[in-house]
């Protein structure tokens, strides 16, 4: 029987490059040729960069000495059927907690990846709002989460947490002790809105005992 084949692809993730937007106390990425093809006949890029950065998702050794690392977790994790939440319009530095996420409680179902669209990736760029300002999960909209039992929560600012005292830590203790995974640093767009569903490939690099990996994360639509 063939393979269904999606009826649309969209790229979630954000690019990469040489000094990019990052966390904001992380050394930037720094990347050079380590191979030139006019002097080596072939070219090899050379990347220096926290793992943290760009689209990547946590895994509970960020947070917790004994949690699971990247490697342990099943790769079939790393996938599933999305749910887009319409945070569009939010303003900065706002706190997303149940009283957002109870207007998609008929359509949240238990082993679902959420995704919190907030606009923010289509600010990235060296600007307070991207790096101070995003909206983020308070620990009281985690706990929601994880009474739905989803198996991962993507946002597009540069953390699930906030920036700043008391903002960072709740959603990700309460997400990472329940072996959830946030997906961080994604670039959402209205166009996920077009569907109530989509389905999910956000396949982090196999990086042994890791806390985080990069992702280059994929929404698809049947």
Known sequence: MPMPTPRK??????????????????????????????NDGFTAERLDMNVHTATHLD????FYPQGK?????????????????????????????SSHLELYSDRIREGDIVLLCTGWGLKRGYNEDYYHRWPYLSGEGAEW?????????????????????????????VLLSNEIWPLEELYLTEELLTEERWYLCAFPLKLQGFGGAPVRAVAMAF
């Not at 904001?24 to 990347?31: A, F, G, K, L």
């Not at 895994?59 to 960020?62: E, I, K, L, T, Y």
């Not at 994880?146 to 700043?164: C, E, M, Q, T, Y």
């Open 145 to 173: 989460l994880v009474s739905r039992g989803v198996k991962g929560v993507g946002i597009d600012g540069l953390s699930i947490g906030g920036w700043g005292e008391g903002k960072g830590r709740p959603a990700h203790e």
């Open 59 to 62: 895994v509970p050794f960020h």
């Open 9 to 38: 692809v969209v790229d979630l993730s954000q690019p990469v490059y040489h000094n990019c937007p990052g966390w904001p106390t992380y050394r930037m990425v720094e990347v050079h040729y380590e191979a030139l093809c006019p």
């Open 69 to 97: 690392t990247i490697e342990q977790f099943p790769v079939e994790q790393f996938q599933g059927e999305a749910v887009p939440i319409n945070l569009f319009g939010i303003e900065a530095d706002s706190a997303i907690g």
